[in-house]
């Protein structure tokens, strides 16, 4: 079936940046569109952004339009998430996710846990102030 592996992250100064990465395994995944969410203590996992599978297509939350940046590199059946400017609020645990459905039958990319199917294990991101 395949799986997403997730590294990065780590602690931040504000203002600082990070990069997430996620490598997918298993044709299916590696053909899928990879999505990105955050959950914070105590709060529901939110939606970042997504790229499509043939990494044409992005779009992000108005949260994160202008400092986030998603990346897809199918060589190495790897997406990444660079995020700059940083702020404490970004604080939390950063999930990626496949959508293999949605890239088969060229339907819209979706923004919402229930659109994924796999997901990577998570990574903590803790921004200090």
């Known amino acids: 079936q395949g799986q997403l592996v997730q590294s990065g992250g780590g602690l931040v100064q504000a203002g600082g940046s990070l990069r997430l990465s996620c490598e997918a395994s298993g044709r299916r995944l590696r053909t899928s569109n990879i999505g990105w969410f955050r959950q914070a203590p105590g709060k529901e996992r939110e939606f970042v952004g997504v790229v499509s599978w043939s990494g044409g297509d992005i779009y992000f939350a108005d949260f994160a339009e202008d400092r986030f940046i998603l990346s897809r590199d199918n060589a190495k059946d790897t997406v990444y998430l660079q995020m700059n400017s940083l702020k404490p609020e970004d604080t939390a645990v950063y999930f990626c996710?496949?959508?293999?459905?949605?890239?088969?039958?060229?339907?819209?990319?979706?923004?919402?846990?229930?659109?994924?199917?796999?997901w990577g294990q998570g990574t903590q991101v803790t921004v200090s102030s």
């Open positions: 996710a496949a959508d293999p459905s949605r890239a088969a039958s060229g339907q819209a990319m979706g923004d919402t846990v229930a659109d994924y199917e796999y």
